[in-house]
């Protein structure tokens, strides 16, 4: 139980179910610092993995 909201951002961030994960056994919800981008089409998507195209790309 919450008795104090000292930053509202914190508390929506971080509100909610309290149970922990059972993948991960955080007892908060986790954070990810992850992205996906999207390709033009598959030529695209092959010059960008074999870096003769300058973009984003996740592996």
């Known amino acids: ?3 104090e909201i000292k930053n509202p951002e914190t508390i929506v961030l971080h509100g909610g ?3 922990s994960d059972p993948a991960t056994t ?3 919800v986790p954070v990810y ?3 996906s981008y999207q390709f033009n089409n ?3 998507a092959a ?3 074999a870096l ?3 973009g984003n ?3």
């Open 1 to 3: 139980v919450i008795k």
């Open 33 to 35: 610092r992850t992205t």
């Open 57 to 59: 790309i996740y592996t």
């Open 52 to 54: 003769k195209e300058f």
């Open 17 to 19: 179910d309290y149970r």
């Open 47 to 49: 010059n960008l993995f």
């Open 42 to 44: 598959t030529e695209h």
């Open 26 to 28: 955080a007892v908060t």
